[in-house]
């Protein structure tokens, strides 16, 4: 007589764990029901069955045991197992993940290093990551190293160098395990069940137990699932099993078809379809049994699509596309929350997108409902792990500003709330103001000379006191991550020093809540096994920290809201809710892309009977069949993501494919959820026109701003009358504006002392010039050499003019003059006296006024100091002006450009005292127009002139009016 088998499916239209529930209290009874052990995949579902039980009981009830089995785990409880208990003296404890990375590390290294790939750490720790999931899936098969070898034949000379790699690994690696007293996990559940399957054949137990919801399986669990199904009181209970489909043989070879893994686990069971019978148990959150075989047809082989049924409509299914993944957050929110206006129901979004996951949950704080997402938040991004990010990102960019501001504004620095946590932010924004511009030095050193010297007017003279004194208590702390960050270090001691790092810093804060809880076992499991690893490079632990930590999830606290969810796929195979939003289907999403393997090519793979990598799409469809089966289900996509158009899913596209003209789209929610963001009516701001009263207007102006008041007065306005000023950047490079400053600052010395044409000298004033960088190798190796050769340039100019009968010349000459009750200022860079009067000269080490500018009017600085210095206000007699010039000084392949009024731009400057006039008529135009008289300071009233003129763009808010008519 043939061994009985109690298998069974519960079919995709209803929903799993309440039928199961409901099933296991008709079959085995509320009395029994205690006794009994349930297998579940792992420990999420046997939080969804406990759920259903409760559902199901309508009071009190005894609950079965509940164990995970099905998933590899390292917290899976095989060690409650009655019948393993009694094993567990025998069996060498597992090691922990954690510890076996720290171990595989070097292995991989190594052989990088052998093999001349060596890259930073976190490639070294992802091969590592891969190389232990290959090290699990052998043992999960029951691979031994010798078949590794003998599957070598006719391989490329790379994959053969990585599998005679691995071929030692896998060889050396339980000895080494061994020796350290522990064995990997994997193979310690493989003997544990096989354990566990052996007594249980040799000695059924008596009391029911019942295993349910696996979908795959490797062969240690399948063998223990065959053996349930053959117990007198045994039953296998298998999610959404296809009874109907007639190319079921076909299945086998395409590994990407939703019942591929359910066909190898009956295969590994030794159960034929026909054998499988249908769970008796129902629930209120079944759905429609036709639309359930609908998309089984839809999803079935490429070549059954030809005898597909006639198109129909799909029963309460419906999609819905956005235009980009903000959008389809929106419309996800929208339709979880007008499910809460049905008393009762439920909506639950299912989906891998963990960004589409977050902005959901974001969209639905705006109705103050917090959801449940059963997948958590990555440690990387939650506070607590961006502190420890942010303070070693700080240390290995040696406290560079940007990065040292970002930790010191983190919300967990700093004193927690109050007043003294708004005068910590008071502090570090003097500390921003006081490092805006050029980056200082680096380190510690470097920001604490730009505390004691900020640039000039970035902070008055008290708040320059309070930032150094503050500066002083703070410096002890930051000395400690910049010595930890010195040198490079095994894990263990950079944890270590995080650790009393950031517990100083955030005064114990970081170890709060549940991602402190996850933040403190992981750096703690950093400390005790991460002595036994690589020596890490500063500049890679911030990076490689970060995937340390993305791995680690912080799980949300109960008590969030009863009727919404947010689940995961492996969730969504157990529960179910009124209304199923399916959501991200999109290609690489879901389903995600074929996971690569870097050690065991596909060929490989296939010789040693290894499951496909496409099984892991097989999955993912069975998942979306079973959540697409639900009473209400809503299908969404985005057409593109952040950064490109996107392809939608297979899924998706088959769907729609299947339901032709019926596919029902959902046409409401895409247009609420834009009208609840959508802006009213705004009119587009009109071209500013400030008009201050004249007793408040500016009664003094450079002649180096007489042009921008003329071209854009508005942006006079703003710099001058509201006394804006645009920020510096933080660490910022040094720019042609310092380079100007240094050139100018170096020709006033020599001029002054008389050494212009003393090599030695000029050498001497470069040097003293340049000190105040010398942190910046840009400086000595770029820009030295080019001042070199712009002031031999300038000397050969001077010698050539003092050779034509010109004589002294005096530099940075200032002068002034009042008219209409306003003070024009200036000054001369260079003033120099000759036979028939004087020449006025600019330096200029960047652009030089084109000769357009120049005969309008708007470029009046050299024309206005020429009038100075004929008025007599520069500095000295009055004196008649023959010549005016600007000397373009670029150290490159021509050291200086020579731009006069005597051989040069004829339009602008044939006729001096013409061009003189126009400049002198310009600045009376400034002074009767806007500071003496009553004209609005419009914006951009020259806009061919305004290309450099943008600081204060924004605030006229240009993009309204610029063009409208």
């Not at 009874?29 to 349930?38: E, F, N, S």
């Not at 061994?178 to 399957?197: K, T």
């Not at 005790?528 to 949300?556: C, E, N, S, T, Y």
């Not at 854009?712 to 009358?721: I, L, T």
Request: neutral net charge; proline residues 7%; aromatic residues 6%.
């Amino acid at each position: 007589m043939a061994e009985r088998k109690a298998v069974f499916t519960i079919p995709a239209h209803r929903a799993f764990a309440d039928a199961l529930a409901a099933g296991m209290l008709g079959r085995i009874g509320k009395d029994d029901l205690p006794r009994a052990l349930l297998l579940l995949p792992n420990r999420r579902a046997v939080r969804a069955v406990t759920e259903a039980f409760v559902r199901a009981s309508g009071g009190a009830l005894l609950l079965p045991r509940m164990l995970p089995i099905g998933d590899v785990g390292e917290n899976e409880a095989l060690g409650l197992f009655d019948e393993a208990m009694a094993l567990e003296a025998d069996v060498q404890p597992a090691i922990a993940a954690f510890e076996r990375r720290m171990l595989l590390m070097p292995l991989v290294h190594r052989w990088q290093q052998l093999s001349g790939r060596a890259r930073s750490s976190v490639e070294t720790l992802r091969l590592a990551d891969a190389l232990a999931r290959t090290l699990d899936q052998l043992q999960l098969e029951g691979i031994e190293p010798a078949r590794l070898h003998e599957t070598m034949a006719e391989l490329g000379a790379h994959w053969e160098a990585t599998l005679n790699f691995l071929e030692v690994v896998v060889t050396a690696w339980p000895p080494q395990l061994a020796a350290r007293g522990l064995m990997d996990r994997v193979a310690r559940r493989q003997m544990l069940l096989g354990a566990i399957a052996r007594r249980w054949r040799a000695s059924p137990p008596a009391r029911p137990i019942v295993a349910a919801g696996m979908a795959s399986a490797d062969p240690a669990v399948a063998d223990v699932l065959a053996v349930v199904a053959g117990l007198p009181r045994g039953a296998v209970v298998l999610p959404g099993l296809d009874l109907q489909t007639p190319d079921w043989d076909d299945i086998r070879g395409f590994p990407a078809h939703p019942q591929c893994g359910l066909l190898h686990l009956l295969e590994a069971m030794s159960i034929a379809r026909d054998e499988v019978r249908v769970w008796e148990g129902t629930s209120a959150l079944d759905g429609p049994e036709a639309r359930a075989g609908a998309i089984g047809a839809a999803l079935s082989l490429a070549g059954s699509t030809a005898h597909w049924p006639p198109a129909g409509p799909l029963a309460d299914l419906r999609f819905a596309e956005a235009a980009n993944p903000a959008g389809e957050a929106g419309i996800i929110a929208l339709a979880m929350r007008r499910q809460l206006d049905t008393p009762g129901a439920t909506a639950a979004l299912v989906t891998p997108d963990r960004g589409l996951a977050r902005r959901v949950a974001a969209q639905l704080r705006r109705w103050d409902i917090e959801v449940d997402d059963s997948a958590g938040t990555p440690l990387a991004r939650a506070p607590s792990g961006t502190l420890l990010l942010a303070a070693l990102e700080a240390g290995a960019q040696r406290c560079a500003p940007g990065a040292l501001l970002a930790l010191l504004k983190h919300p967990l620095t700093g004193p927690g709330e109050g007043r003294a946590r708004l005068n910590w932010l008071d502090d570090v924004r003097r500390l921003d103001l006081a490092l805006r511009g050029v980056r200082p030095a680096a380190g510690l050193k470097g920001i604490s000379a730009r505390v004691k010297s900020p640039p000039k007017g970035a902070l008055p003279e008290t708040e320059r006191s309070r930032l150094a004194e503050w500066w002083k208590a703070l410096r002890p702390r930051l000395d400690a991550l910049e010595a930890l960050m010195a040198k490079p270090r095994r894990l263990g001691d950079f944890a270590d020093g995080l650790r009393a790092f950031a517990e100083a810093m955030s005064e114990g804060r970081v170890w709060e809540g549940a991602a402190g809880r996850a933040a403190a076992e992981t750096i703690a499991e950093m400390v005790q096994h991460g002595d036994m690893g690589l020596r890490i490079p500063p500049a890679d632990l911030p990076a490689l920290l970060g995937a340390m930590l993305g791995d680690v999830a912080v799980r949300p606290p109960f008590g969030k809201h009863p009727r919404l969810a947010i689940y995961g796929l492996l969730e969504a195979r157990l529960q179910r809710a009124d209304l199923m939003i399916l959501g991200g289907l999109n290609e690489g999403v879901w389903p995600g892309g074929d996971p690569f393997d870097p050690w065991i090519p596909p060929a490989i793979r296939r010789r040693l009977g290894l499951p496909e990598t496409e099984r892991a799409i097989g999955l993912a469809a069975h998942d979306f069949v079973l959540a697409a089966a639900a009473p209400h289900v809503l299908l969404t996509r985005a057409r593109r993501d952040a950064s490109a158009p996107t392809v939608a899913s297979r899924f998706w596209l088959r769907l729609l494919a299947f339901a032709g003209d019926h596919a029902a789209w959902e046409t409401e929610l895409p247009l609420l959820a834009a009208a609840i963001d959508a802006r009213g009516a705004v009119p587009p701001a009109e071209r500013p026109r400030p008009s201050p009263p004249v007793a408040d207007r500016p009664r003094q102006i450079s002649v180096t701003q007489i042009d921008r008041l003329l071209i854009d007065p508005y942006s006079f306005y703003a710099e001058k009358m509201l006394r804006l000023r645009p920020l510096d950047p933080l660490d910022a490079d040094l720019s042609a504006a310092e380079r100007g400053t240094i050139v100018h600052a170096v020709i006033e010395t020599l001029i002054a002392a008389g050494t212009l044409h003393d090599p030695a000298g000029r050498a001497a004033a470069i040097d003293a010039a340049i000190a105040a960088h010398a942190d910046q190798p840009l400086v000595a190796a770029l820009w030295r050499p080019r001042i070199v050769r712009m002031l031999d340039w300038v000397a050969e100019l001077m010698r050539a003019r003092a050779a034509g009968g010109w004589g002294a010349v005096r530099s940075e000459v200032e002068g002034r003059v009042e008219i209409s009750g306003v003070t024009l200022k200036g000054k001369a860079d260079i003033v120099q006296a000759g036979p028939e009067g004087v020449l006025i000269a600019d330096f200029k080490t960047g652009k030089v006024p084109g000769q357009a500018s120049l005969a309008d009017g708007f470029a009046s600085q050299l024309g206005l100091l020429a009038w100075l210095a004929e008025e007599g206000a520069l500095d000295g007699p009055a004196s008649r002006v023959v010549e005016v010039a600007y000397w373009k000084l670029s150290g490159g392949k021509d050291a200086g450009e020579e731009k006069t009024s005597a051989r040069h731009y004829k339009k602008a400057w044939s006729d001096l005292p013409a061009f003189i006039d126009i400049c002198r008529a310009a600045f009376r135009e400034a002074v009767s127009d806007y500071l003496a008289g009553s004209r609005p300071f419009e914006a951009k009233v020259k806009p061919e002139y305004a290309v450099h003129l943008q600081d204060y763009d924004h605030l006229a808010r240009l993009a309204e009016w610029w063009g409208r008519k």
